[in-house]
Structures are given as C-alpha cells and as structure tokens.
C-alpha cells in the first residue's frame, strides 16, 4: 500500500475529535443558592401534604355528608382540588411578574401567602371557611413555577439532570414529613389528654398539625429573606445596560482607532444586537412561545401531574375506606405512616440513582419507562380490594402488596425529574424561563384542579353503583396513563442544550 493511500486509510478511521472530547465537563453546583431554593421545595410539600392524613376524618366530624361514608370522596376532591383551581388562575402572572421584578420578591410572597392559609385552614370549623382557605393558599402562591425557574438559571447542560434531580428528592422528604406531621398531630387531645386539655384543642382539633407546617414555613421565608440572592434579576439587567450604555457614548465621543477603522471589532455591535434581542425575547407575547418545542414537554408534564395527583388522592381515600366498601379501614395515624414511608424511600432512591439512571438510559428513555408503571400501580388497588374481600382481614399479604405498589411509584416519580429538563430546556432563552415555567406550571395546576375530584369522585361513584365492581375509577386512569405514555414518545430524543 503506497503511502497516499495509507494517509487516506488512516484519515477516514482515526476520528476528527478525539473520543470524549466533545463531551463537556460537568460544572459544579452553586451548593448554596441550589440548597436555599430546596429549603423551598422542601416547605411546600410539608404543608400541603400534612392535610391528607385527616381530610377523610374532617370532613365526616363536619357532618357535610350526612353520615354517608362513599360521598367522603367529593367533598375531598372539592377541597384537594381548590388549590389549584386558585394557582391556576395567578401562576402565570406571578412568574412574568418574576421575569421583571425578580424572583425573590415572588418568592416571599408565595410563602407569606402559605403561612397565613395553613393557619386559617386549622381553624376552620366549616366546609366554606375550609374552601376559603385553600382558595387563598392558591392565590398568593405562585413559588413552584418561579422556583423552578431559579434552578434553570441556575444550572447549563451539564449538571441540569443534578440540580432538576433534587427537586422530586427534596419533594419526597416533604411528602415524607408532611403526613406524619398530619397523621401524629391531628387531634392531639386525644393522643395526649394531659397536655392538649384546654377547651381549645376541642374545638381546632386539627390545628396543631397546621400550625407546626406553618413555622416551618415561617422559618423558610427568613433563611430566603437573608440569604437568596437574585440570579439573571432584571435589576442586575439593568445596571449592566446603564453602564453598557454609559461606555457607548464614550466610545462615539472619542475618535475611531485604526483598529476599528480596518474592521477588527471590539463586540459592541454583537453586544448592542444581543441586548435588542434580548428584550425584544422578553417581552414577547405568550402565544408566540405556544411552538411545539415547547407546548409537547408542557403537556407531558400536565398529563403526569393529572395522573400523580388523582393517586395521591386515591391512596389516603382507599386506605381510610371501610372494608365493607372495599378499603383497608386506616386511621390516619397508620395513614400518615404508610404515606411517610412511601415517600422517604423513594427520596432516598431518587438521591442515590437518579441522575445515574438518567446518564445511562437518557431523559426521554427513563420518562417512557417510568409513566409504564402507573397502570401496574392503579392495577394494585382491586387486588387489595380483592385480598380484604376474600381474606376479611388485612394481613401480611396486604403489606407486600402495599409494599410492590411502593417499588411501582418510586420507579413512576422518576418522570417528574426528567420532565422539568424537558421543560426548562424548551425555552428559547433564558430570560423567557420564567414564562416558559409558568406555562408549564399553569397547566399542572389545571390538571391538578382535575385529578383529585376526578379521582375521589370516581372512586365514590364506582363504590356507590358497584361500577365493574368498583372498580370503574382505576380502568378510566389506566386509559389516561396510556394517553401519556403516546405524549412521552413524543418528546425529543436528547435534552437541546441551552449553552449555545
């Protein structure tokens, strides 16, 4: 072989880019503004789930069903539901406000607007007091959307799967604390006469369990107060564009160099052409961001918050139903247990394997695999309904299903970490992160307006008219999940990389 077809064989085999090369390093995460927003995420879930444990057993101690233990489900699918319907209606305006005042202020606001409502809500001693509450909650609460906008700002391509892992991770450890705060704390004169004896405790029997949620939430308005610092704020904006502008007029006062009379430019025009588009991307109309790009992730991430709320709102309903109807009979202590549970091993398995499982199998992948699992979830509902029926008794055998329906759901969380990369990356700039989230936030709080009168109303109906056996709730979600799994094959194959 002559040597020019040697240099041609070596040329086509050895690769232009040396192997590994093109694949940028990780950077790494800013530990501290990334650990305040979790304290953040943290909060969240510990107030709204710490109601799930006693909603059921309020409502009945309301008198609102007149003794009627199946209709226990619309009455808490009305209350579960209220929030979002409110966050529906003001959290696409709390995140543009956050594109244009910054994020922190929203920010605060959202947690003042919690703190007040879960203090209200444990003092309520009627169904509307109860409605008026969740309805304020969802008003001034507008946090979910803006912080995760805060964590796109705050990570690039490389370590997005890191920072969006901790999300669902930090929400399991809410969903962890949450409902043994509920569950432990729900009438506590009955748990501990002695100390909880004042008249008080009688009439507010759930008001320690909110009040507690809402300290928490108090003590995370002070931590962001103090230590959250703005990222991408349109104040920073704003005094760079000063001082941008300041150094053009200098520029023009002063004669040309000969550097710039022979075309070596200094960036000025790039910079003055980036700033206008820039502003021109920020204040562009909402339906102009309705592209495919970035509408087929929202709807994902829509149909998962349907679907993950009506089970959240299924579980505690099925585990409080009396066996006759086929339920297991909890009390919400055991309630509030089982929940905690669920939700602490899955966080820790969301920390450990997350991001590794997402390096290996990439986002679109593991999404289409974990959404697989919600029919085999709903699936394991009839056959305790089963088990009780034949059995009469709840056993052993109904721990490990208990326990394969907790394998099932921390394998379908997996989802929400790889939807909001999907989410976030669909943004054409990163200063439309904040509407693009609030879309996408807005139409999971539609959905969640949804799911939970959706699920506990088919619940009531399918044990009131025996509809397939009662079972009719878990056969329509099933259908639903499919819808979902037909939405995750269309998204796009890898992550769009935000950098360039």
């Known amino acids: 072989m002559d040597s020019s077809n040697s240099s041609r064989v070596e040329s086509e085999t050895t690769p232009l880019i040396p192997e590994g090369a093109s694949k940028k390093p990780k950077t790494p995460l800013p530990k501290l503004q990334i650990g305040i927003l979790m304290i953040l995420q943290l909060v969240e879930p510990i107030a709204s789930m710490s109601i799930f ?3 059921n057993q309020l409502i009945r101690e309301l008198g609102i069903t007149g003794g009627d233990d199946a209709a226990v489900g619309y009455y808490a699918g009305i209350i579960e539901s209220l929030f979002f319907v409110a966050q529906t209606l ?36 009627s169904f509307w007091s109860l409605v008026i509450s969740r309805c304020m909650c969802g008003i001034l609460n507008g946090n979910a959307g803006v912080m995760k906008t805060m964590v796109g700002e705050l ?25 043994l705060i509920g569950g ?30 809402a ?59 980036e700033a206008l588009a820039q502003k021109s991307m920020a204040n562009m109309p909402l339906r102009s961001l309705l592209t495919p790009t970035i509408v087929i992730p929202i709807a994902n991430y829509a149909m998962l918050a349907l679907l993950d709320i009506s089970l959240m709102a299924l579980l505690p309903l099925f585990l409080s139903t009396p066996n006759y109807l086929g339920g297991l009979g909890f009390t919400p202590s055991s309630i509030g247990s089982w929940m905690a549970l669920f939700a602490i091993l899955d966080g820790i398995f969301q920390a450990l394997f997350f991001a590794r499982i997402v390096d290996w199998l990439g986002p679109k992948r593991l999404f289409c695999l974990s959404v697989s699992c919600f029919a085999p979830v709903m699936l394991v509902f009839p056959f305790m309904s089963w088990l009780v029926h034949t059995r009469g008794i709840v056993d052993h055998a109904i721990t490990f299903a208990l326990i ?10 997996m989802a929400y970490g790889t939807v909001f990369m999907f989410v976030t990356a669909s943004a054409p700039a990163k200063n439309v992160l904040g509407a693009v989230n ?62 360039e």
């Not at 005042?101 to 703190?115: A, D, E, N």
């Not at 990570?155 to 409902?179: E, R």
Request: with cysteine; glycine share 8%.
């Open 53 to 55: 444990p006693y909603i």
């Open 90 to 125: 003001t959290v696409l305006r709390w995140s543009r406000l956050s594109d244009r005042i910054g994020r922190k202020p929203v920010l605060l606001v959202g947690l003042s607007g919690t703190c007040i409502s879960m203090l209200c809500f444990g003092l309520s001693t």
């Open 155 to 179: 990570t690039d391509s490389t370590n997005m799967a890191q920072g969006f892992a901790l999300i669902p991770i930090v929400w399991c450890i809410g969903s962890f604390v949450g409902p």
């Open 184 to 213: 432990t704390l729900a009438r506590p004169q009955d748990n501990w006469p002695g100390v909880f004896a004042h008249p008080f405790w009688t009439k507010y029997p759930y008001f320690l369990p909110c009040a507690v949620s």
């Open 215 to 273: 300290c928490l939430i108090l003590l995370a308005f002070f931590i962001l107060l103090v230590f959250l610092e703005e990222v991408g704020s349109p104040y920073h904006c704003i005094t760079a564009q000063v001082t941008h502008d300041q150094q053009t007029l200098s520029t023009k006062r002063r004669p040309k160099s000969k550097s710039t009379t022979l075309g070596i430019s200094n960036g000025a025009d790039n910079d003055d052409r």
């Open 404 to 413: 394969g329906q907790l394998v099932l759901t921390v394998i379908w969380d």
């Open 438 to 499: 609030g879309l996408g936030q807005t139409s999971a709080s539609m959905a969640r307006v949804i799911g939970p009168a959706l699920a506990t109303s088919l619940f009531a109906l399918s044990k009131e008219h025996n509809i397939l056996n009662g079972n009719a709730v878990y056969v329509i979600l099933i259908m639903l999940a499919g819808v979902l799994r037909w939405l995750g094959s269309q998204l796009p194959d890898e992550i769009q990389d935000r950098d």
